[in-house]
């Protein structure tokens, strides 16, 4: 009888020391895009590091973008996020996209990898560069709005600024829902002027839909000192990076200077700090499962992952950078 009191208790305890575990274990949000989106198959990857590397429990949350998710971030309420490091700027001070609606808990944690971008029209319009666009204002259709997505308006505008132009510039602008909508305007001629990332899927088939007409063609943008600083002035955290020919991908019939900006891993001010180290350092360490997982991560660079930005950087991300040799900042 006192074997089967003796077996109860130990029983006992060890239940009570599994429901305590269990009871801590913090299960780690992360905030993404809705299906099949960016933030989206950025967000499966990393949760999936996340559990197989770094011993976190973090579970991919699909939300209805960035503007319904960073606010969540800021309050504490969802650990971990992904924007654009522009976008991250305009939310930590209220500007831009979040004009008056400041989020100062924000943090960066890092760059995941580059996002590639630029202004397309048809390539039998003539227009080759940004200095070809100038002049023409008054006749070209250009895509606005993008209610669906509306940060993109302030990478056209980025774009334009580098050019000496302005968005109020065009009198014909045609709105749009979304960022494939305004790609497909250019397709069903709707539009003469829109925002086309590299390499993009709805892109490619706008490319192939115009092939009469020579397909899509970059609008190569003025790399002078004077023109990356008018960009600058507009979107800091972006640069101008020359992209090569390449017969693979729409629009590159040859070089072309396009808007590069960093996709960022965001935080809350108090997600705590090894939680931070342990998933930039899994992130940092494990590029090729995470390739594996998501092409765009082919692109990550360790060594570029903490660039300047507006928003301060997590604690536990200088940790690891710190200890890793990377540059914060530069």
């Not at 965001?266 to 998933?279: E, H």
Request: glycine residues 12%; contains cysteine; aromatic residues 8%.
């Amino acid at each position: 009888m006192r074997n089967v009191k003796n077996l109860i208790a130990v029983s006992t305890v060890v239940l009570a020391g599994l429901y305590g575990v269990q009871a801590s274990a913090q299960v780690v949000g992360i905030a993404t895009g809705q299906q099949g989106s960016l933030g989206y198959k950025t967000g499966q990857a990393v949760a999936k590091v996340a559990n197989l590397k770094a011993g976190i429990t973090a579970r991919a949350q699909p939300m209805a973008g960035t503007a319904a998710y960073i606010p969540l971030i800021n309050k504490g309420e969802v650990e971990f996020g992904f924007c654009n490091a522009v976008e991250a700027e305009y939310a930590f001070t209220g500007t831009g996209n979040f004009e008056g609606k400041v989020n100062p808990d924000l943090r960066i944690v890092g760059t995941m990898f580059p996002l590639k971008t630029g202004l397309m029209v048809v390539a039998d319009s003539g227009i080759k560069s940004i200095s070809d666009l100038k002049g023409k204002e008054g006749s070209i259709r250009i895509a606005s709005e993008y209610k669906a997505s509306n940060i993109i308006p302030y990478y056209i505008a980025g774009a334009l600024a580098n050019g000496g132009m302005r968005y109020d510039d065009f009198p014909k602008q045609v709105p749009v829902s979304s960022f494939v909508k305004g790609m497909e305007a250019l397709g069903d001629d709707k539009v003469d002027l829109s925002l086309v990332s590299l390499g993009a899927g709805a892109g490619r088939k706008v490319d192939a839909k115009l092939r009469s007409r020579g397909g899509l063609r970059y609008v190569s943008l003025d790399k002078s000192p004077e023109g990356i600083a008018k960009f600058k002035a507009f979107l800091p955290a972006g640069d101008i990076v020359t992209i090569k020919a390449n017969p693979s991908f729409p629009g590159l019939q040859e070089d072309a200077n396009i808007v590069q900006i960093p996709w960022v891993l965001i935080a809350n001010k108090n997600t705590p700090d090894d939680v931070v180290y342990n998933l930039i350092k899994a992130i940092a360490t494990n590029k090729e499962d995470l390739g594996k997982s998501f092409g765009a991560f082919k692109g990550a660079n360790a060594k570029t992952m903490a660039p300047a930005n507006k928003v301060p950087y997590h604690p536990g991300a200088l940790k690891y950078y710190a200890e890793a040799g990377i540059k914060v900042g530069g």
